[in-house]
């Protein structure tokens, strides 16, 4: 089975569960939970702790769907969260939950979320003693997603953030889920420690190089193909691997504070590649899959396996 | 030793344990966390899930703190997503946490402590099997309390609230995290189900009268005693069971939609008196006190029984 073939599977078999457990919601505020789970996504997160269990014990993913939903709705609390925070209108296609509701609404369906994850984790058929260490896991990567936002919104203010500032954020905010997704799989599976710590150093690693393709994709993909607002990175001067390297340089994007036309945005990616920025971070986000994919070499030789690599490579392959 | 004694040791062993493990952030997010737990508190979760577990099994409180302190940072979560919802500007004598630093930091900040409610939960020093029960019930709570929260500000839009829909929220809101805190220290105490399923029966009745309480008080007590502006209930026209019983006795309480003076809060005290509305509602505590205090009855006689039939009887009988 090739990648994409698999991780539709996986989508395919999420949503299934989304609509099974979320779907039937009469009430206002399970409605409002349930909204942006149910808008689709591409279950990245299930993914990787699917293909990590099965990595570490063949045919272990197969109880672990509860578990895989856990950190999709984990996933989703966070947005919903932060779409309040960022005063996002738009989400997966859909208006975000606190607009189509309102703020209490939208926080509280975010919080019913955060239960739920630990709910569905808690009743994985596995082991007790790998569940808790799974539940803990679980929450201190929630505060440290937290932590990551948090830092992510005080850089607004700032023009000053540095390269280790930028990957500090991103490792909470982005990188941490991946991680502990991956590492959740191998816990459930009962995998050793050496595989549990391998497979997180691999979602760590490919969870920050896909941030950084994130803010890539901003400025280099035409709106029709992303559907999102294009380089609005360097509309709202964000601290992104890109400006801050920019920067560095002395190359200076303020003038570009508005919505910029594909012609204004071709511009600045030229100014950009001239500068040699575009290849750089391309290739600090290269580097860590290398890396990521290099730790995985202590798990047995496995089609899951594979799959987890070519993860690793699609997050910094893909376009949109 | 006398229930208050009892109580003032385990406000003064949790404040220690938050000044311990919160006390000393450095960055904006931790602080905001830390800010209402050190704030001080009744610290009555704790309370009831230590005398619980003591209730059950002798001596086995001595290694459930962290349980203890896991509820009461489950319960400073949801207030300071409430005050977020509710635009309190004041709780426990200083600024709420998004008056003081701003609504996004806020959420974050409950986020934190959700998160950190779950790690210390999942680090008690008790048998798997019975923190993963822990766990279980802590999360399903969750959610109930943001159910519970979504009912009481759905009741602000309307006029019709009957008794059986406010109790209904009342329980969601208040009462499952005093029964959750009661099941846990059972639990985590090795309860068998019949006693774990009684101290949680006891928790919710005690919880439910002890929110009722809170809503005489709010017109009863002056403000001097209670730190809180009077009667803002009624000036609200908040459907507590006080107004619901005056609308159903044809009593109108509308006039009344202005900051009140003490003289204007005595005469609706005594209109309310008059139509018996004040009696009934204490009776409907009373009893529910009452309810829970029987279910205790299958526990085996100790102190701890008796110190928690105490907290029951407090409950309806403070006066602030």
Redesign the interface.
Same mark, same amino acid.
């Given at each position: 089975m090739d990648l994409h073939e698999y991780m539709n599977n996986v989508a395919r078999d999420i949503d299934l569960m989304i609509r099974r457990h979320f779907g039937d919601a009469t009430?206002?505020?399970n409605k409002a939970s349930a909204h942006l789970l149910l808008a689709g996504g591409k279950r990245l997160r299930p993914s990787i702790l699917l293909l990590s269990a099965d990595a570490v014990k063949k045919g272990s993913s197969y109880d672990l769907m509860h578990a895989a939903l856990a950190v999709e709705l984990t996933h989703t609390f966070t947005l919903i969260?932060d779409d309040?925070?960022d005063r996002d209108v738009e989400r997966r296609g859909v208006p975000t939950v606190h607009t189509l509701w309102n703020?209490? !609404?939208a926080?509280?369906a975010?919080?019913?979320l955060? $239960?739920? $994850?630990?709910?569905f984790l *808690?009743?994985a058929p596995a082991p007790? *003693?790998a569940?808790?260490r799974a539940? *803990?896991l679980? $929450?201190? !990567?929630?505060?440290q997603i937290?932590?990551g936002?948090?830092m992510d919104? *005080?850089f607004e203010k700032r023009t000053d953030v540095t390269e280790g500032e930028y990957l500090e954020m991103v490792q909470k905010k982005t990188g941490t889920l991946f991680a502990a997704s991956a590492a959740i799989g191998a816990i459930l599976a009962g995998g050793k420690p050496t595989q549990v710590d391998a497979v997180h150093q691999f979602g760590l690693l490919c969870g920050i190089a896909f941030q950084i393709q994130d803010d890539l994709i901003d400025i280099m993909s035409r709106s029709e193909r992303t559907g999102k607002d294009r380089a609005s990175d360097i509309r709202k001067e964000k601290q992104t691997l890109i400006a801050i390297k920019a920067r560095e340089k002395g190359l200076d994007l303020s003038s570009y504070r508005h919505v910029l036309s594909d012609r204004e945005v071709d511009e600045v990616v030229r100014k950009l590649r001239s500068a040699g920025i575009i290849e750089e971070v391309q290739q600090v986000a290269q580097d860590m899959v290398e890396r990521g994919i290099k730790t995985l070499q202590i798990l047995p030789e496995s089609d899951e396996r594979a799959l987890l690599l070519s993860m690793g490579e699609f997050f910094v392959a893909r376009r949109h």
């Open positions: 009430d206002e505020l969260h309040i925070m703020e209490p !609404t926080i509280l975010g919080d019913v955060y $239960a739920r $994850a630990f709910e *808690s009743h007790d *003693s569940k808790l539940v *803990s679980l $929450a201190r !990567t929630c505060a937290c932590e936002q948090h919104m *005080s």
